[in-house]
C-alpha cells in the first residue's frame, strides 16, 4: 500500500512527448479560464499541447479556453492545466537582472474554428 504502480509505457510516453516536434514560434493569446481573462504567450507548441506564460497560471485540472487571434481569422482550444511553473532565474546577459517565468502547461483537447463557445466543463 502507498506505493504507486507505474504503468507500462509510462517512461516510454514521456519520452515520446519529449521527442515529439515542436513549433519554435511564440504567440500572443487570450486565455479564459475560471479566473477569468488574461493575456499570455503561448510557448514551445507540439501537436499534443504547449507553454503558455502568464501572470496567473489557471489551477491544475481546470479547463481553459486559449484563443489565437489572426487577421485571417480566430482559432480557440480548448485545453486542460496539466501543469503550473513558476522558475525564477538570472540573465546569462552579464547584467545579473532576475528572470521570472510564471505559466501553465496545457494539453489540447479540441479546437473551436469556428468561434462557436461551448461552455467549458468543470
Known amino acids: 500500500m502507498g506505493k504507486r504502480r507505474a504503468r507500462a509505457g509510462d517512461a516510454a510516453g514521456v519520452a ?10 511564440v504567440f500572443p493569446v487570450f486565455i479564459e479560464g475560471d479566473r477569468g481573462g488574461a493575456l ?8 499534443g499541447g504547449m507553454f ?3 501572470r496567473n497560471p ?3 485540472g481546470s479547463q481553459v479556453r486559449i484563443t489565437f487571434p489572426s487577421r485571417a ?16 532565474g538570472r540573465s546569462t546577459d552579464g547584467t545579473s537582472r532576475r528572470i521570472a517565468v510564471r505559466g501553465m502547461g496545457v ?10 463557445r461551448p461552455p467549458v466543463v468543470h
Open 16 to 25: 515520446e512527448r519529449r521527442a515529439a516536434a515542436r513549433l519554435d514560434k
Open 40 to 47: 499570455g504567450v503561448a510557448r514551445n507548441i507540439s501537436h
Open 52 to 54: 503558455v506564460e502568464t
Open 58 to 60: 489557471e489551477p491544475l
Open 73 to 88: 481569422g480566430e482559432m480557440t482550444a480548448v485545453t486542460e492545466v496539466r501543469y503550473v511553473c513558476h522558475l525564477l
Open 107 to 116: 494539453r489540447f483537447l479540441y479546437f473551436d474554428a469556428e468561434g462557436e
